[in-house]
């Protein structure tokens, strides 16, 4: 289908882009890398009035270490995160979901300040935000990943609001994430993530809920020295994912720990 009609302006700095959503008023959206919101336009689940093009916004595109953090530009796109020198260096676990997200015209065009505005159950990203504690900054405060994922397609974000940065601890120990799903470049039925750090394993779950879970009953058992065929019992602990067409919330619940299990074998 094609899209109802809707106004256009584009921006080049983060100071036009919040300016140019205010103006246009509620009914305005940022669009960056198009590839969830064009086809939800195209379905007519979204219908914008106005959008607010910041491809050109080039401040926004980088990657940078710094103090211990890696900091991410939010234009950033899931092709430059996967072929990124500084990310497989500092945080490998990053350019590896980078590399798996869609099919090569998504990663090319997607971002990641999209994937965590966007806040879909199934994104890969939010998961290792949320079990690394990472912060999403946006041009006018810091918000917590455990803070900022309320809901489904629900974050605390202003309508006139433009998320700038996501700053991730950084970790280049054993790691692996794992997504189970029916064609490669398919959305992850459930996905599961570990990563060793300093301060011991973290552990993050994809799509078994509205919001990314951190799976703090197997990060408790590694903890306590449990192998991880044990530790990974604990994965669907207290979770409540809901039945769709892909799977029954019981699968879910033994995709979470099967894979959990699976991820922390083969974490290198
Ligand atoms: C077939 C298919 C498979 C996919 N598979 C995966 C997958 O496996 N894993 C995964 O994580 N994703 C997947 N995606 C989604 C893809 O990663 C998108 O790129 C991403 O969800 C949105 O990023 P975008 O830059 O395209 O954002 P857009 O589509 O442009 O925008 C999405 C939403 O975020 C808002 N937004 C965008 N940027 C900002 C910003 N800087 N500040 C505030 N709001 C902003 C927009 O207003 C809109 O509401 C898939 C998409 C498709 C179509």
Redesign the pocket.
Known sequence: MIPAAFEYSRAHSVTEAVAQLREAGPEA???????????MMRMRL?RPAHLVD?NAVRE?DYVRVEDGHLRVG??TR?VTLARSEVVQRHLPLLAEMAS????AQ?RS???L???M??A?A????PTLATMLDAMIVTDRRRIAAGDFFQHLFTTP?DLD????EVVFPVAAGPRRYL?FRRRL????IVGAGVQRTEAGWRVGLTHVGPTPVRARGVEAALASGATPVEAAAHASDGLEPTSDVRATADFRLHLARVLTRRALEQAA
């Open positions: 959206k940022v669009i960056a890398g198009g590839q969830s919101l064009l086809p979204a910041v926004l939010a234009m899931h798996e997200v869609g099919d998504i065009r997607g971002t300040g999209g994937v505005a966007h879909d199934a994104g890969d990203y974000l609001e433009l998320v700038c997504k470049f398919d959305w992850a």
